[in-house]
Structure formats: C-alpha cells, structure tokens
C-alpha cells in the first residue's frame, strides 16, 4: 500500500456509499439487468444476467457528491499529485478539479467495488483488489489505451497487426460485458454470431502518465479504408469504439461516419496473402496528408463504394484524374498490365469510362488497384514520370511501383 493516507477515506466513502445505494434497494429502487448471450460455436448459447451497476450508480452521483465522506475524500485527494495527474488523464481537460477527482478516483473506485459484488452486498476482498488496482494505476509512470471497435465484412485465419499498435483480431464473447454490461445493445447486429461479424479493430498504447490519448477513431477508421482497398470487402467499424485506460472503463466513443458505413458488396477473408498488403497500404496512408490530390483520389475512391450510378462512375472517373492526371487512362494501362493485349483491353474499358460510360467491374477493381499502387509507391510524381517514361519507350518502370492485388 503506497498511499495510507487515502486508504482509509476512499474506504469510508465506498462503504458509506454501499450502505445509502443498498438503502435505497430496499425501499424500492430497481437495479438494472442487462440479459448478456455467451455465444457458443459448438453446443448451446450460455446466458448471463448482469447488473447495471454503473449506471445505477452514476444517476445518484450528485447525491454522492453531497456527502461528508466524499468531501473528505476529495480534499485529501486534492494534497496527492498523482491523483491529479490521474484524474486529469481520465476526465480530460473541461472537469473541474474536484469533479474530475471525485468522478475518476472515488466513483470509478466504487464502480468497480459493487461490480466485483454483483451489487451492494459488501465484500472486503473484492474492495481490496479494486483499490490495489487504483494505487497501480494512480502511481503509475505509464498509462495503458485501449480503444476496441467491432468489425463487420472481415473474416480472419489469425490475428494480424497492422501497425504498431493496430491489430485486428477475433472477438471474445463478453469481453465488453466486463466493463459494458449493456454494450450488447451497442454492437452491430448478429455481432459474434457469423465469422464474418466477429472481428474487432483493436488500439493499443503505452502512453506516459501525463500524456492525452492519442486518436482512436482516425487510426480505426485508417485501418478500415487500409482493408476495403486491399480486400475490396464490405467492411464497416462501430457503430462505437470502447476505451479503457489502465483497464478501466474510460468512454464509448463514435466511429467516424465513414468508417462505420457498411457499404453495398460481400464479405471478404484477411488471409496470410492480403494482410501483408494492407500492412503497407496503412503504413502509407499517413503520406497522404501532404498531398491534396492524392488526399482527394483516396476520398472520392471511398465514396464510391457508397453511391449508385451515375455517381459512382463519376467519382470514380475523377479520383483516377486526381491520382494519375488527365492521361490517367494511359498511365493505369501501364501501371497495371504487363503485357501488350492485356493493356489493350484494359484501355478500351477504361477510355469508355472515361468518355462518361458507367463503370464495370474491370474498371472498379482497376481504380482500387491503381490506388493501392501509387499510394504504395509513396512518391505519386516520381512514379507519374516513371510511367510516362514506358509510355515513351524509353525505360521500364520498377517492379515495386506495381503492386499486383
């Protein structure tokens, strides 16, 4: 134990707040269940009922917050800079001090008491282990996020890190009920039922004590423009990410609207041949940012997936202008066809598309392709010259600028 000065009040005020919400119980109140399915592949669903305790508990905070012990508590928390730094990284910067305090440290600590309960039964062990784990976070030099959004479209052979810290991987049936008894109602539906709704975007990062979380919800929804260009599948994240902090429930955010619209198509598999590719399209995808019309060919090639004709077509048609120029015809022949005839006929879908003929699946599947290869090239102009070079007849382009998908 680090810190006995605060044991004993935090201690008094989770007790005296068992006694007053048990009270309340027995004259009538009514503690929310949340009916949980443990879905099993092979034999009968198991189920669970699990107490609403959070939020039962956070409809009375500013009774709470009223009471002596919680002013006691909150003074001396108030003399221990740790807990500030805690309470500051876990409620953010608009909370006032004393708020932050009695939000992050005394409420999340008897959150996390009466969900070892099962209620407001008091247990001196489950009380013991929730407060260690409060002092390990509390005086810790390093804070552990993570964000957690469920994927749909995607199947997988085995887990695979996308980047440093961006992992996709299977669902563990009532991982989220651990913190989130209700996140059932929160989840994609069927999700955890098909194999291709039972898949999460994971974020994860050790940050300093001080430092802000970082943004899950543009890493996710990278991530998921990174899978529908490599594997063409319908893929949606959300609609909500979960975060924790320290293992802690830390806030349930939005998914960016893009990333969690499912657009129209079939599901696909991230198999040990794709996953590689999507390794380096995310890795590239931050160059993006410097270049406004590769920006724009990759926003507009996103928006496609979503529109019908002649929309589509349209934004397709100036997604490739944006990525390769007015020549773009030329140059994907080029860049995506090794031989004469295959170029020809490939030139032919494209020049129709380009005349204002609606896109077919040739040519959708070579705009995707195109993208992946000059975002992969990582250097769009150099890659244009190197093109128009072969279209000149004076040199071939270098293997790794295409990129066979």
């Known amino acids: 134990m680090r810190a006995r000065h605060l044991y004993p009040l935090l201690r008094g005020f989770v007790l005296g707040s068992f006694v007053v919400l048990g009270r309340q119980l027995e004259e009538g109140a009514e503690l929310p269940f949340a009916f949980e399915e443990h879905v099993e592949r092979r034999g009968p669903s198991l189920y669970e009922l699990r107490p609403l305790v959070r939020a039962f508990i956070e409809e009375r905070e500013p009774m709470l917050r009223a009471r002596e012990d919680a002013r006691l508590a909150v003074e001396e928390l108030r003399r221990e800079p740790a807990a500030a730094i805690f309470a500051r990284a876990h409620a953010g910067a608009r909370a006032s001090e004393d708020e932050a305090l009695f939000r992050t440290v005394l409420v999340g600590l008897l959150i996390s008491t009466a969900e070892s309960c099962g209620g407001f039964d008091w247990d001196d062990e489950a009380f013991e282990r929730s407060y260690a784990e409060l002092e390990a976070s509390l005086f810790g030099e390093r804070r552990r996020y993570v964000a957690l959004a469920p994927l749909v479209g995607l199947s997988l052979t085995k887990p695979v890190d996308l980047a440093p810290g961006v992992s996709v991987r299977q669902y563990a049936t009532g991982e989220l009920a651990t913190h989130w008894p209700e ?86 598999r991230l198999d040990a041949f794709r996953a590689p590719i999507a390794v380096d399209v995310l890795s590239a995808l931050g160059d993006a940012d410097g270049d406004p019309e590769l920006a724009d060919a990759l926003d507009r090639w996103e928006l496609s997936l979503f529109q019908s004709e002649p929309f589509r077509s349209e934004q397709i048609r100036t997604a490739l202008t944006s990525l390769l120029g007015e020549t773009w015809p030329m140059r994907c022949c080029v860049l995506l066809a090794d031989d004469a005839r295959s170029r020809e006929e490939l030139y032919g879908e494209l020049t129709a598309l380009a005349g204002g003929d609606a896109a077919t699946a040739a040519t959708v599947d070579a705009a995707r392709r195109a993208v992946v290869a000059v975002v992969c090239s990582r250097d769009r102009d150099r890659l244009a010259h190197a093109l128009d070079r072969e279209l000149l007849g004076l040199g071939r382009r270098q293997a790794a600028h295409a990129i066979a998908v």
């Open 183 to 268: 996140s059932r109602g929160l989840l994609p539906r069927d999700f955890g039922r098909e194999p291709d709704r039972s898949v999460v975007l994971e974020v994860r990062y050790e940050l300093d004590a001080a430092e802000a979380p970082p943004d899950a919800a543009g890493e996710i929804a990278d991530a998921v423009s990174a899978i529908r260009l490599t594997t063409m599948a319908a893929v949606a994240a959300g609609p909500v990410m979960f975060e924790t902090l320290d293992g802690r429930p830390f806030g349930i955010q939005p998914v960016l609207p893009i990333a969690a619209t499912q657009p129209p198509g079939e599901s696909s």
